[in-house]
């Protein structure tokens, strides 16, 4: 089975949590532990995982993006992650026995190998290394989660916005000609909850950045013409506003990000 993993490697770069499962493992082990599996293919929108849900398996995700969300009982949503080639979805539920604690949801077609959370702990009793692995990327996740929650706790709401789209750009850009263009569609309810914003709070930050040239929104996609302002935001102090670019910007919004 050709998995589309080899190009992720530990010295890719970036923050260690964001080196997928499969790229921690020998090649040996991660062909070993695909093998026990079934390929599953999943459309835009569909869900592979639902929260609160009994487990039964852990995925595998071999090419495609997701989504991991989370539903607290007044009804907010918080996205949590995105999660792609290489990455190991349900596996906290499956080693628990426990519900899922979340909603994982292709943002566009997702191929994944599904394995039943009994051939996973075997295998892991069977591999050192590979349960090493899963808790070196479980202890990675953790402490960028705790890196940003303190990060965030300085911030202004704007200040958090910025440094979220900033994110987004350098792992989820793509360069055009126009600016850079985010290739996970995101809506601002998905945004809001990143930030513990509300959703119209997000709507008026939106509609400042867009009045200050800085990006331009159509339904569920953005695109990034100024990420300078983005980073100038992101290190101003709170009371700070958006600040205007050098020479005329056209004021006349485009469509608001449409869920």
Request: proline share 7%; hydrophobic share 40%.
């Amino acid at each position: 089975m050709t998995t589309g993993i080899s190009a992720y490697t530990p010295d890719d770069g970036g923050l260690d949590d964001q080196v997928p499962f499969l790229a921690r493992l020998e090649g040996e082990d991660r062909s070993a532990l695909l093998a026990l599996g079934r390929a599953l293919d999943f459309t835009p929108r569909m869900v592979l995982v639902r929260q609160h849900e009994p487990s039964a398996h852990v995925l595998f995700l071999l090419y495609g993006w997701t989504k991991v969300t989370a539903s607290a009982a007044n009804g907010y949503e918080a996205l949590l992650a995105l999660r792609g080639p290489g990455d190991i979805v349900g596996e906290s539920a499956a080693l628990t026995g426990r519900p899922r604690s979340a909603t994982v949801t292709a943002l566009e077609p997702v191929r994944a190998v599904a394995v039943e959370r009994g051939q996973f702990k075997g295998f892991l009793n069977r591999s050192p290394a590979a349960s090493f692995a899963l808790l070196g990327l479980t202890t990675d996740r953790t402490r960028a989660a705790d890196r940003r929650r303190l990060e965030f706790a300085s911030m202004s709401v704007r200040e958090r916005f910025a440094v979220l789209l900033l994110d987004l750009t350098r792992t989820h850009g793509r360069r055009t000609p126009d600016g850079i263009e985010l290739a996970v569609p995101l809506s601002k309810q998905e945004l809001a909850g990143s930030v513990g914003a509300s959703r119209e709070m997000v709507q008026r930050l939106l509609k400042e950045l867009r009045d200050k040239g800085a990006v331009v929104t159509g339904r569920r996609a953005m695109l990034i013409m100024r990420p300078d302002i983005l980073r100038r935001i992101a290190a101003a102090g709170p009371t700070a506003g958006i600040p205007s670019p050098p020479g005329p910007v056209d004021d006349s919004p485009p469509g608001p990000v449409d869920d």
